[in-house]
Antibody, heavy 117, light 112 residues
Framework: QVQLVQSGAEVKKPGASVKVSCKAS????????IHWLRQAPGQRPEWMGW????????KYSQRFQGRVTITRDTSATTAYMDLGSLRYEDTAVYYC??????????WGQGTLVTVSS | DIVVTQSPDTLAVSLGERATINCKPS????????????LAWYQQKPGQPPKPLIY???NRESGVPDRFSGSVSGTDFTLTISSLQAEDVAVYYC????????FGQGTRVEIK
């Protein structure tokens, strides 16, 4: 079955960077995109960007342009999301999700990133 | 960005009764080349990721109970739970994926 397993919780200081990983299994990694989204406490999910699992092309939300980088390692069937210049308001649960025609049909368990001094 | 607006924000329904949630994107999400509405519905319970329920506005995901259904009227979308069960207490989101992804603000469904 399709599974997306994310790395563990992180605590970072303002101005630092965080890198979250997403290990995919149960399907052909290169046939689907991986989306990254985040959800702050009590808020709706927010889309950050996606990467084409096959050719590695990326697209980012303008809100995060310049601060976020999404990469993937096809041999490890793993995608990564790197967010820099962290601010307190970046505290959220970060999710990866498998792409299906632009939507997200399977989600990782989420990774809590806390920005605190 | 396409703005997605849901109503109501909170819905209290008796067990076994019908629950109806509305969703309206700020522009059409109908893709003319395939005549599909790029809209999905998700259920989220505390501490869990969103769970897909409906895709292409009207198609139920595998394993989702048939009391959940999606419908379209023009550019207005509806999620209906035909007979509310205790396990359906959750927050429900609609999402457009016509242009990247944006979500509605969510509708909290409670037991009356």
């Amino acid at each position: 079955q399709v599974q997306l397993v994310q790395s563990g919780a992180e605590v970072k200081k303002p101005g630092a960077s965080v890198k979250v990983s997403c290990k995919a299994s149960g399907y052909t990694f290169t046939r689907h995109a991986i989306h990254w989204l985040r959800q702050a406490p009590g808020q709706r999910p927010e889309w950050m960007g996606w990467i084409n699992g096959g050719n590695g092309n990326t697209k980012y939300s303008q809100r995060f342009q310049g601060r976020v980088t999404i990469t993937r390692d096809t041999s490890a069937t793993t995608a990564y999301m790197d967010l820099g210049s962290l601010r307190y308001e970046d505290t959220a649960v970060y999710y990866c999700a498998r792409g299906y025609y632009g939507s997200s049909d399977h989600w990782g368990q989420g990774t809590l990133v806390t920005v605190s001094s | 960005d396409i703005v997605v607006t849901q109503s109501p924000d909170t819905l209290a329904v008796s067990l076994g009764e019908r629950a109806t949630i509305n969703c309206k994107p700020s522009q059409s999400v109908l893709y003319s080349s395939d005549n599909k509405n790029y809209l999905a519905w998700y259920q989220q319970k505390p501490g869990q990721p969103p769970k897909p329920l409906i895709y292409w506005a009207v198609n139920r995901e595998s394993g989702v109970p048939d009391r959940f259904s999606g419908s379209v009227s023009g550019t207005d979308f509806t999620l209906t739970i035909s007979s509310l069960q205790a396990e359906d207490v959750a927050v429900y989101y609609c999402q457009q994926y016509y242009d990247t992804q944006t979500f509605g603000q969510g509708t909290r469904v409670e037991i009356k």
